[in-house]
């Protein structure tokens, strides 16, 4: 059945020479057909899944999001435009959500991603047992959500947590870790920080090692110290993954959720008493599956979903322009 | 003999199975409710095996009293099988969800009285009417309040009782003699007859008390038992919403509040973990007690808590404070069976035992007027007449209007307290914040 190139050739040759009204034959045909359609079955069993779970749910939170439904009766959809979009805009809780969901992210993605480039770098030059390193900082990742965070919650308990009698021993008072909106919102970066540093260093390491290492060779002999070629050969070799990594980590700050919510223990989707350490992620749970309010949920479901693109649009453009200022520092060293 | 095929037709192929198996896959996954027909007619009458799923919340007790291994035993082919989510909250909004995707179900379900109102009055034909199983013979064996609060508007029986929560005063005898206080009940009972005495007599306590002990466990707890004592609550008899205007919250709300502006708190959130590793730690000295406490405090405290404690009444006469029921959802393959296992559970017999061996006060008339339940006495509590205190609570108990939202509510203003009394907000400013976040979570 299957055709090689010749064959078609072959076919082509016999056609030209046929009459043009002749039919064609129908093994041709089928052969058409074949390098026509194929390459879309082939790609089709992932767009078919992709639309079963991933657009067809985008659009009908869309539509959801338009009415006022609850969970106790889903089948009651009432129209209500765009209010539960009003509403949320002019809802308090939405602004603490989205403040609290940009700073945890900024404490947790900003020293996450330096540290990891730092682990990285260190990991890059030559060191002894360097499989045993690499691998104990994926464990972290390995570990479980719910794991680490539960053991967190924890440490950073305001009677009986190690952390509070750890600085009591330098006579600082207990620090009520959860109530705090500064100190949880560490706590709570903290865990993600652990979690991922790891993981974004062996990305980094991978990247490091595929940099062509006489570029270093000739720093070296330009007198470039080790800052100097981190600073100049290192991470502009690496800048695409480390957009790569700014990108992921935006949007996996933006839908923070398992922490936040194991962190507060008994009533973890309020985000603590003062809703303190409420993400978006957070709140729209606490809408939908607390208040049982559907449409509000999927109202700020769609936000969040449109604060990403925003948010990851805004790092990819900063992200060309610190491209440019490398490059262009580079340059300006040559010259 | 079959020709090998090549290479690039064993990809066709693969590319083909991969489309039918993704297009089945779509198919089904919305066909998931398609269990939930099962009726009635599905029940078996004879000796088929049948496992029935219990799905519950915090400890109902039937357990560890041995009631489950005690039915297996008089019905062999039952088994049982029960999940619990230790977090009221968590276990309903599952329940939720899973009533609402029509999955996941457990044959019987537990529901607390403060949710009570909103299933009968929204989801009632979710659930099994209990009149069509023959429940229409037990209503008189239950407190008339407790049974009526689960029958939907239409007259459905959605659930069976299984306990209530008359409220008492749980304290460490232990820290009152440290901090130099009686710790004779009788005679503390007649020192805090209303609550500004009880509050007078904390703060005698935190005047001696050791350092790190606390009076109270929680204002949010205590706050729970003063509404509890009020006949209404967050909506009136028409089923109009007035938790904003009804000075009654608003009293227990300040009362609540001034017991932490005295320092008597000891700033922990009820059923967090803290909480629970504070009984054991003696953090505080008293705790407001539904009968149900009187299980969970010997759970977290533990051995070493022994004879540490006592029962004496609460301030302010009886009230209620949780209880729950057994429902079992229309989705359920074996509704005669589960009605049966509820009914049997929920009986007076079981009810009494429940109380002598598990410590939860019966909601059933004919089981609290049992003997056994008033002459309980409980070691573990200083020996304290629990079922005579108890018994007293419940006979004066003032029966509350309830409301869909209770649970919502109740949730919210336990979290503004806990605002007030962990991160010092202005009792004003929580009160109004706490009032317009009620009016948008219900709203």
């Known amino acids: ?335 | 003999m079959l020709k090998p095929l090549k290479a690039s037709t064993w990809s066709r192929v693969i590319a083909l199975l991969a489309i039918v198996a993704s297009l089945v896959l779509a198919a089904l996954g919305c066909g998931g409710d398609e269990s939930v027909s099962g009726g009635p007619e599905t029940a078996a009458a004879g000796n088929e095996k049948v496992t029935l799923t219990v799905g519950l919340f915090g400890t109902f007790g039937y357990k560890e009293a041995g009631l489950y291994d005690e039915y297996m035993t008089l019905h062999p082919n039952i088994t049982i099988k029960e999940t619990s989510i230790e977090f009221e909250q968590d276990y309903y909004q599952a329940l939720q969800t899973h009533l609402a995707g029509g999955a996941g179900l457990s044959d019987i379900q537990g529901i607390e009285v403060a949710r009570i109102a909103e299933v009968t009055q929204t989801q009632a034909d979710k659930f099994v009417d209990l009149r069509d199983l023959g429940a229409d013979d037990l209503e008189s064996t239950f407190f008339p309040w407790k049974w009526g609060a689960a029958t939907s508007p239409d007259g459905a029986v959605v659930g069976l009782g299984t306990d209530t929560g008359p409220l008492a005063i749980c304290y460490r005898t232990d820290l009152f003699k440290k901090a130099g206080l009686p710790t004779d009940r009788d005679e503390l009972a007649s020192m805090w007859q209303t609550w500004p005495d009880f509050i007078e007599v904390g703060k005698q306590y935190a005047a001696k008390a050791p350092d790190d002990s606390a009076f109270m466990d929680s204002a949010s707890g205590y706050y729970n038992a003063i509404i509890g004592q009020s006949e209404t609550q967050y909506y009136d008899a028409d089923g109009n919403p007035i938790y904003d205007t009804n000075p009654a919250v608003k009293d227990a709300w300040d009362l609540a509040v001034s017991t932490i502006q005295a320092g008597l708190t000891a700033k922990l959130k009820q059923f967090d973990q803290p909480w629970n590793q504070a009984f054991a730690n003696g953090r505080f000295a008293t705790i407001a007690c539904p009968a149900w406490m009187i299980g969970y405090i010997k759970g977290q405290a533990g051995d070493s808590g022994s004879g540490k404690w006592d029962v004496a009444p609460i301030p302010g006469g009886g009230g209620n404070w949780g209880g729950s029921y057994l429902a079992i959802p229309a989705a359920s393959e074996h509704q005669q069976e589960a009605y049966d296992l509820i009914q049997w559970l929920t009986a007076p017999e079981q009810q009494v035992k429940m109380w002598t061996q598990a410590q939860h006060f019966p909601s059933s008339s004919t089981a609290a007027d049992d003997d056994a339940v008033a002459a309980a006495t409980d070691e573990y509590f200083s020996n304290a007449p629990v079922g005579e205190l108890f018994k007293e609570s419940a006979d004066n108990l003032t029966v509350a209007i309830l409301g869909p939202k209770d649970g919502v509510i109740k949730d919210t203003i336990s979290n503004g307290l806990l605002r007030v009394d962990q991160q010092g907000e202005d009792p004003d400013t929580a009160w109004q914040k706490t009032m317009d976040e009620i009016a948008s979570a219900i709203g």
């Open chain 1, 1 to 335: 059945m299957a055709k090689t190139s010749t064959d078609t050739e072959l076919a082509a040759a016999v056609a030209l020479r046929a009459e043009p009204a002749a039919p064609q034959p129908w093994r041709m045909r089928l052969t058409r057909l074949d390098q026509r359609f194929s390459p879309y079955a082939y790609v089709s069993p992932f767009f078919l899944l992709f639309i079963a779970f991933g657009l067809f749910p985008l659009v009908y939170t869309a539509w959801v999001s338009l009415h006022s439904v609850t969970l106790q009766n889903t089948d009651e959809m009432k129209w209500v435009g765009l209010d539960n979009y009003t509403r949320l805009l002019h809802d308090d809780r939405f602004w603490n959500a989205l403040t609290n969901t940009f700073t945890i992210g900024v404490i947790s993605t900003v020293p996450q991603l330096l540290m990891a480039l730092g682990l990285a770098y260190a990991l890059d030059c030559k060191v002894r047992g360097s499989t045993f390193w690499r691998v104990s900082l994926l464990m972290p990742y390995a570990t479980s959500v719910a794991a680490a965070t539960i053991v967190f919650a924890m440490l950073f308990g305001r009677d009986f947590g190690l952390i509070n009698s750890f600085l009591g021993l330098f006579g600082f008072d207990n620090v009520d870790w959860e109530s705090g909106r500064w100190s949880s919102q560490i706590a709570i970066s903290t865990i993600v920080t652990w979690r991922w540093t790891g993981y974004n260093a062996l990305i980094y390491l991978a990247a490091m090692q595929a940099v062509p290492k006489d570029l270093y060779e000739a720093a070296e002999v330009d007198g470039a110290t080790r800052w100097h070629q981190f600073r100049h050969v290192t991470v502009p070799g690496i800048w695409p993954t480390i957009v790569f990594t700014i990108i992921i980590s935006t949007i996996g700050a933006t839908q923070l959720f398992g922490e936040p919510l194991l962190f507060g223990g008994a009533g973890g989707h309020s985000g603590g008493a003062d809703h303190q350490y409420q993400t978006l992620g957070l709140l729209l749970y606490e809408q939908g599956w607390f208040n049982f309010q559907l449409g509000r949920a999927a109202a700020t479901a769609w936000t969040m979903f449109l604060i990403i693109i925003v948010a990851v649009g805004i790092n990819a453009l900063l992200a060309a322009r610190g491209r440019s200022a490398f490059t262009l520092g580079r340059k300006g060293k040559a010259a």
